[in-house]
């Protein structure tokens, strides 16, 4: 969702005095696609949750963020519904170095999932606006194949390309730290058989 809208939704809800939450899991593939700091982005929001463990590749982790109050408070209600670790030092450093190192290369990622994209729309049976692909998701229609997305999921697995629907026409892949474009190349090489 681009700045000035979330920007725009900020100062209505806030006129009418309601806090603005944002859900920004994947908010850093986000900022590498539109070119903007993270703070840029959340500046106007009252609080914001991301994850580690999407596109910054730390193994576990999302953080929570907002005024001293509502973490206070925030704790409370993790506590009370069973959240909450011991002796977590281990994956907070890999949290850390999540954040420190992670952004650097979120575009290889865009890059990869634009490649899949555009390798995709030459596929006969394959729909998919190659253009429209800005981050490390991509979704495909494969209704002109005539399978499922069950079936086409099953058919990916024996080619050991892991990858589901997300409807019974539209599949979904994503691309992160741990596909390089040599298994981008060969999960396409996959679909080319598949569909062939």
């Known amino acids: 969702m681009p700045t000035d809208v979330v ?3 900020c100062e209505g809800a806030h006129k009418a005095g309601l806090p603005v939450h944002l859900d920004g899991a994947r908010i850093f593939n986000a900022a590498a696609a539109l070119s903007q700091p993270v703070a840029e982005m959340t500046k106007n929001v009252d609080s914001v949750m991301f994850c580690l463990s999407k596109g910054l590749g730390a193994p576990v982790g999302s953080l929570l963020v ?3 109050e509502f973490i206070k408070q925030a704790r409370i209600y ?17 949290g850390l170095i999540a954040l420190e190192e992670g952004p650097k290369r979120l575009h290889e990622d ?5 490649f899949v994209a555009e390798r995709l729309a030459r596929i006969r049976g394959i729909k998919i606006d190659a253009a429209a692909v800005q981050t490390n998701i991509l979704i495909f229609d494969i209704s002109g194949t005539g399978m499922t997305t069950a079936d086409f999921s099953r058919r990916l697995a024996e080619k050991n390309v892991l990858a589901n629907g997300i409807s019974p026409e539209l599949m979904r892949f994503v691309t992160h730290l741990d596909v390089d474009r040599a298994a981008c190349e060969h999960a396409v090489h996959a679909i080319e058989e598949i569909c062939a």
Do not use: D, F, W, Y
């Open 66 to 68: 907002g005024s001293r």
């Open 110 to 114: 865009h890059a990869n999932a634009k």
């Open 78 to 94: 993790r506590k009370s519904l069973g959240g909450g670790m011991r002796q977590g030092g281990i994956l907070a450093a890999a």
């Open 7 to 9: 920007s725009e939704i």
